[in-house]
């Protein structure tokens, strides 16, 4: 610290100017000495330079103003909890100490001053001070990285939804920050609602997902650009319900807030307040207050939003609209909310973009986490220190995942304790690389080269991930190895050692299988969704081949009966009667989808004929189901001889299905030239 740029700043505040000089004297080679000679100097010093200081030397003694309302006044402002304050005084009794230590100081100097003792307590307090703002830094920068990942993945998925429904991915953005903007509105305006910091933080990030059942909608309806028939009305509103199944059956994750939360908005986030919504027709305060706030944001931006079927709507108009009641009934509080944040949400929605509203809703999440969940480190930093050292032991152990913590001097390898009954291997593992056991389940080159892969990263750029195969409760599998490098904060950096995980590949996968199928099935029949059976149907007939197909397509003769007659439940019912018969008549390797309404495809292979195996299936499915006669008109085109592509194979099925509706239903017809003319006729 030879050059006074470079020295830190401790400030002595003392009324006793030989004091002051004592110790100026003592402190000034290794740091910059600011002087004041009672409280309120001090305090002023303090106001102007806070960031500047790096601790405090304070008397009690003193006109003005005390040591001790020197304290408080640091207490209120929040200057405690970033300069460490050591009290210097030659009163000794017990009470007297305690009662600065009660008030934040973090340790105590008497008079008459010994210089190594003086030395030695301020050194030794800065360093753990500063040991303490790089834990506190490294906690900051973990807690927004995993903000980041966990805000990214959501609008990952989401812009997946908006893609496919032809709009921007800012309705995502928005309809996340105006979530949160009311939350916040709305727990200033009543305590009705106890919300924390973060139930709103939970709230607006489940918000992301409330559409995500829309990838069960054909797209046909989903980007239709007029009004919907009372049918596709029915089919839309479906997404609600798709959308709440989809996050009820991931595996694992049900009792996730995250999951609870995102199943009340998907299901009920278009249920209105005077009981006229859907699907389930709730009424008032027996709708989640989540899924309210979040039907309000979506009505807003929706309005205020571009759509295939409507021009966007000024912020002033889409106010009135909802206030006025047009937009469905919602709860008065919310509205009142609205009406009292709403030149603020005009500001929000001209101003707001991806990249800087998510990068700043990032940086106040961690500064509330920060703020509201006691990680700011606490006066005794040894203390503290020790503390966090207990609390990531504690989490490591009751964690469901393989941590390690590698240390590079003595070399040996840390394990929790479910990692190690999970590995089958002792706590702590010394010389790892030479480690017979270790190298059973991670092999011994692989392990090296993680090794200098960690060793070559730098203090700036600390994290390493890496795949290799490893071998655990005897099964060789592809894992992700993830490891936090720790690095000396000397002047030239050492490497120290690394805190990791092992993630098994596959699990992590499950979850993106799992939400790729769901977008190829249609949520009421569990069969594929007409633009996945395309797909596969597309990719079959570009590859050629000798095998011969038929492409067959039906729709029920009297379906629009069963839901008259018998109510939609029913119809239902029948729809998933059809289906299952469907599946069970046909191989596994043939294709079946539901188009949409009582609509339904599939393709198998034949040999010889293919007219016993559509008989063997128009029979089972024309069986009735309970009361009702099931009826289908159905159309087969061949693909033997056929040069067409999926589009024009579908049309040929298509033109003999209708054939039999024109002629007497409850049949099927295989395409042939006496059809042409009702082809054309659909063409045009």
């Known amino acids: 610290m030879s050059n006074s740029k470079d020295k830190k700043k401790i400030l002595v505040v003392d009324d006793s100017e030989i004091n002051r000089a004592l110790l100026s004297d003592m402190l000034s080679v290794d740091f910059e000495i600011i002087e004041a000679e009672d409280g309120l100097e001090a305090i002023s010093i303090l106001h102007d330079q806070e960031m500047e200081i790096s601790l405090l030397l304070l008397d009690i003694v003193m006109p003005n103003m005390d040591g001790y309302e020197v304290l408080a006044k640091m207490n209120q402002t929040g200057w405690i909890k970033n300069i460490p304050v050591i009290i210097i005084s030659a009163e000794t009794g017990g009470t007297y100490i305690d009662r600065a230590y009660d008030l934040g100081a973090i340790d105590y100097i008497s008079r008459p001053f010994d210089e190594r003792t003086v030395k030695h307590r ?59 903007m009311i939350l916040k509105e709305l727990v200033k305006k009543t305590d009705k609602y106890p919300l924390t910091f973060k139930d709103i933080r939970l709230i607006s990030n489940a918000s992301a997902l409330h559409d995500v059942g829309k990838i069960t909608i054909p797209s046909e309806i989903l980007n239709k650009p007029g009004r919907f028939t009372d049918e596709e009305f029915t089919i839309m509103k479906q997404h609600t319900v798709a959308g709440a199944k989809m996050l009820g059956d991931i595996p694992f994750r049900g009792n996730e807030a995250l999951i609870k939360i995102g199943y009340e908005i998907c299901r009920w986030h278009h249920e209105r307040y005077d009981g006229r919504g859907y699907p389930d027709g709730l009424k008032g305060e027996e709708i989640p207050i989540s899924a309210q706030v979040v039907a309000l944001a979506d009505v807003y931006d929706a309005l205020t939003s571009k759509r295939v079927y409507k021009a ?55 500064t509330q986490m920060l703020k509201n969940e006691g990680s700011d480190m606490s006066n005794r930093t040894v203390k503290l220190i020790e503390y966090e050292r207990m609390k990531f032991k504690y989490l490591t152990d009751i964690s469901s995942e393989i941590v390690f913590e590698y240390i590079a001097v003595p070399e040996m390898i840390q394990l929790s304790e479910w990692s190690a009954e999970t590995l089958g291997l002792p706590p702590k593992i010394l010389d790892p690389v030479g480690n017979e056991l270790w190298n059973r389940r991670f092999n011994k080159k692989n392990f090296v080269d993680f090794l200098e892969k960690m060793k070559k990263t730098t203090p700036e750029h600390s994290v390493v991930s890496e795949k290799y195969q490893l071998s655990i409760s005897g099964n060789k599998k592809w894992y992700k190895v993830i490891a936090k490098v720790l690095w000396s904060d000397s002047e030239i950096p050492e490497f120290e050692g690394a805190i990791g995980k092992i993630v098994d590949i596959n699990a992590e996968m499950n979850m993106i299988d799992y ?126 001889g056929f040069e067409g592509d999926f589009d024009e194979l579908f049309k040929r099925a298509d033109a003999a299905m209708y054939t039999v509706k024109r002629e007497s239903k409850k049949s099927f017809r295989f395409y042939d030239d006496s059809m042409k003319d009702l082809l054309e006729e659909k063409k045009g």
């Open 515 to 640: 939400l790729e199928e769901q977008a190829n099935c249609d949520a009421k029949t569990g069969l594929l969704n007409h633009a996945a059976a395309k797909r596969c149907i597309s990719n079959i007939l570009a590859q050629g081949g000798n095998k011969k197909y038929a492409l067959v397509v039906f729709d029920l003769d009297n379906f629009k009966g069963a839901n008259d007659v018998y109510g939609h439940l029913f119809g239902d019912e029948v729809l998933d009667a059809v289906a299952q018969r469907l599946k069970e008549n046909i191989r596994r390797s043939d294709i079946a989808s539901r188009m949409g309404g009582d609509e339904f495809m599939f393709f198998i292979e034949y040999k010889d004929s293919v007219v016993p195996q559509i008989q063997r299936i128009f029979d089972c499915i024309t069986q009735k189901y309970k009361h009702f006669d099931i009826g289908i008109s159905m159309g087969i085109a061949y693909t033997d």
């Open 122 to 180: 301020v050194m030794s307090n800065f360093m753990l001070t500063v040991k303490q703002r790089e834990m506190s830094e490294m906690l900051s920068a973990q807690i927004y990285e995993k903000e980041k990942d966990n805000s990214l993945m959501i609008e990952i998925l989401s812009h997946i939804v908006e893609f496919r429904n032809g709009e921007s991915g800012l309705h995502v953005l928005h309809v996340h920050a105006f979530t949160e």
């Open 312 to 366: 966007a709507y000024t912020h002033e108009e889409a106010i009135a609209m909802i206030l006025g009641g047009e937009c469905g009934a919602f709860n008065p509080i919310l509205l009142d909310c609205l009406k009292d944040m709403a030149d603020k949400l005009k500001q929000e929605l001209n101003v707001m973009s991806f990249g800087v509203n998510t990068a700043n809703s990032i940086h106040e999440s961690v």
